[in-house]
């Protein structure tokens, strides 16, 4: 069981500057600091939030990009998480060797936790980043049992369902959501619907940091939210267009109860596996909680 099993969780809201990555670890660790201040335990920021999202090339892409874990901004959010005594989720422009990737990096009090990588790309992204290629990864911390995702990857439930057969607690979804297609106004944006569909069908936490502003002619949706296991909004929807912070208490405990929906329903025993692979064709083992 969790060291905590109930702690506070936040989702950092915030408005990176294309290419301006001083000033964008500057605002991170200001979102960080905040957050911890505020009791904070897991701090969640956005996809790409130390570079920027809206690149004109691949060549300036790989120019704002650091390896993983000893790049300037993963090693600026690792000594953050060691003072504080906190975990950050932080999307980061990833290079290894000559591939580029669009990651988010998990660190913790004692430093490097682990990398994902984004597996579904979406628009230009696939003219810069090469698709993930670490799987679904469940890191297990004292704080509980932590997977991520990045932006699109929350249009995919089998990533969520993933996460829950390794036994995930929270998921983290750094994200730069965009607006839909026949969007209407003043509604709830499709992501949030869709995160909250997933918590609920998976009984996980879900915690969205979204970027917000508008980058070379890009606007992005804002709207942060943070989702309990039953499927509800603890906090947000966020600004659409300020930054801001949301917080949540989030309980470890209760999470893995309420997998057990009533007398008869367990979401994840009542899986037909007898008719699909229950790791989804991934080739993973079945975990043993």
């Not at 335990?41 to 999202?53: A, D, S």
């Not at 597996?119 to 992204?125: A, K, N, R, S, V």
């Not at 959501?177 to 909250?196: D, F, K, R, S």
Request: charged share 20%; net charge negative.
């Amino acid at each position: 069981m969790s060291v905590f099993p109930s702690y506070k969780v936040a989702a950092v809201q915030m408005n990176p500057v294309i290419g301006n990555k001083q000033a964008n670890m500057e605002r991170s660790l200001a979102g960080i600091e905040e957050a911890a201040a505020q009791g904070a335990k897991l701090i969640v920021l956005p996809e790409l939030c130390n570079t920027g999202y809206v690149f004109e090339s691949r060549e300036e892409a790989f120019s704002l990009a650091e390896s993983i874990p000893d790049g300037a901004c993963a090693c600026a959010w690792m000594n953050a998480a060691k003072r504080l005594g906190v975990y950050v989720a932080a999307g980061i422009t990833e290079k290894s060797g000559t591939d580029l990737y669009n990651s988010a990096i998990l660190v913790g009090p004692d430093g490097y936790i682990g990398t994902y990588r984004k597996m579904h790309l979406w628009g230009d992204e696939n003219l810069f980043f090469e698709p993930g290629n670490l799987g679904m990864p469940v890191y297990h911390t004292p704080i509980g049992r932590i997977g991520i995702l990045i932006c699109y990857d929350g249009w995919f439930p089998e990533l969520y369902r993933l996460a829950a057969m390794q036994g995930a607690d929270v998921v983290c979804n750094c994200t730069n959501w965009v607006p839909m297609a026949g969007q209407p106004e003043n509604t709830m944006a499709m992501a949030n619907i869709l995160a909250m569909a997933a918590a609920h069908c998976n009984s996980l936490n879900v915690i969205c940091a979204d970027r917000c502003g508008v980058e070379r002619e890009q606007p992005f949706e804002g709207q942060s939210l943070i989702v309990g296991p039953e499927g509800w909004i603890l906090a947000g929807p966020a600004s659409k267009t300020e930054e801001q912070i949301l917080y949540a208490d989030i309980n470890i405990k209760k999470t893995r109860e309420g997998r057990q929906f009533n007398c008869h329903n367990n979401i994840i025993r009542d899986r037909r596996d007898d008719f699909y692979d229950p790791m989804l064709g991934t080739g993973m083992p079945l975990p043993r909680w």
